[in-house]
């Protein structure tokens, strides 16, 4: 399972993350103040989750523009997430068609992810699919903690259809675990930026395949990622 972790600068935390193979997913503000360490596995986020937090919605001509930037021109991304509505998949729907309008032609070959929100079905996401001009090559789990839950079922649907699938957000070590239990092919985590000693804990983790029991762990109560 493939680990990405937020947008950290710390020369020192790279230094770790290159060691251990560990890419970066990168929100559109960081990507033009963000270097890649040589080799490094990245993914493109699309800074919706932040926007509706500040009760906004996504800015997609900003994200659009982000799309042209040198960095993301000269090595394209593991993953780049459409932009999306959270705990709304009508409007993530909506959204999707309007962004891929907006995606430049040296971008369109990207590794596309659709992100899954609360409402939605097979039949609508196999639709969407369908419908959207560009190759879909991944379903990224957004939504709140209750959706979380179906991601053994949206593994399983992902996988049927040779698609990859990724568990967004898992901000605890029991989220990591879920994301692991699934079968998610990666999953992006905020937990190791909180503090050195998660980062370090992160990282050992990350050694064993995510495959220890963690509930033992004392990092206090479960909070929504």
Not at 63 to 92: C, E, F, H, K, Y
Request: net charge positive; proline share 7%; with cysteine.
């Amino acid at each position: 399972m493939i680990a990405f972790v937020g947008a950290t600068r710390s020369r020192e935390n790279v230094r770790k993350l290159r060691e251990r193979h560990v890419g970066r997913i990168l929100q559109p503000e960081d990507v033009i103040c963000t270097r890649l360490y040589k080799g490094e596995r990245w993914a493109l986020d699309n800074g919706a989750f932040a926007a509706w937090r500040k009760g906004q919605a996504v800015d997609l001509h900003g994200w659009a523009g982000i799309l042209w930037s040198p960095l993301n021109l000269r090595r394209a991304p593991w993953m780049a997430v459409l932009p999306d509505a959270p705990t709304d998949w009508n409007q993530t729907c909506e959204l999707a068609h309007q962004a891929c309008a907006l995606i430049p032609e040296p971008a369109k070959p990207w590794p596309w992810f659709v992100v899954l929100q609360e409402g939605a079905t097979p039949e609508t996401v196999e639709a969407l699919l369908r419908d959207l001009p560009v190759q879909v090559q991944g379903l990224f789990l957004g939504g709140a903690d209750p959706f979380k839950k179906t991601a053994c079922d949206w593994v399983d649907f992902a996988h049927h259809r040779g698609l990859r699938f990724h568990f967004g957000r898992a901000g605890t070590p029991r989220k990591i675990r879920a994301a692991f239990e699934a079968g998610a092919d990666s999953f992006d985590s905020s937990f190791p930026l909180w503090t050195q000693a998660r980062f370090d804990l992160f990282l050992s983790l990350q050694s064993q395949g995510f495959r220890s029991r963690q509930e033992h762990l004392p990092f206090g109560a479960e909070v929504s990622a």
